[in-house]
């Protein structure tokens, strides 16, 4: 596949199932990601891989938030909650570990982690795989980021939930609404 190729189709996949990238293929995501665009090359990174039964850890980690945060959540939407680590058989968390002693400004550190994330999305879609970038309130928070490994000035960028699309009905279409977000700037 040509890169500009790999570019203009990627998108994000709706359902994601089995088979999620082997051992060899993760490592080349994660190789991948260490490409990114890097300024003063503080490497800011940092992943976790959450698979397999570790899935129904992580499942439980975002149902105690929501009833933490929303103490008064149905059983219902506990479940639904738990249910979000089974989107897919891989999810990558991403994470920006802040270096508060560079020069290089906290922004430009989640930005090269967020640089990361997507030359790992962009690295599945190569291999055959797919994958949805999710955040959402569990990102944000602290008890969370404490049990994946991060500290409190860190900065959680993304969920990258990761498999083989089951439906690629959209295969080929690609959003033309980017023109509405381009200016220029005259002389």
């Known amino acids: 596949m040509q890169a500009i190729d790999l570019l203009l189709q990627r998108r994000s996949a709706k ?44 499942g439980a980690m975002l149902a105690a938030q929501l009833q933490r ?12 909650e738990r249910q979000k680590a089974f989107r897919a058989p891989l999810i990558i968390v991403v994470g920006a570990v802040k270096d508060a002693q560079a020069s290089v400004p906290m922004i430009e550190q989640v930005l090269c982690a967020g640089a990361a994330a997507q030359n790992i999305l962009l690295a599945a879609y190569a291999l055959g795989f797919n994958g949805v970038w999710k955040t959402g309130a569990a990102a944000y928070d602290e008890t969370i980021k404490r049990e994946l490994g991060f500290e409190p000035a860190d900065a959680v960028v993304g969920y990258l939930y990761i498999g083989t699309e089951a439906d690629a009905c959209c295969e080929g279409s690609a959003p033309d609404r980017w023109r509405e977000r381009v200016s220029y700037l005259g002389a």
């Open 15 to 58: 359902t994601l199932t089995e088979p999620a990238p082997d051992e060899g293929a993760l490592e080349l995501l994660l190789a991948s990601a260490a490409r990114a665009p890097d300024h003063g090359r503080l490497r800011p990174w940092r992943f976790v891989v959450i698979r397999g039964a570790a899935r129904e850890r992580f």
């Open 69 to 80: 945060v929303r103490p008064q959540s149905t059983p219902e939407s506990l479940e639904r």
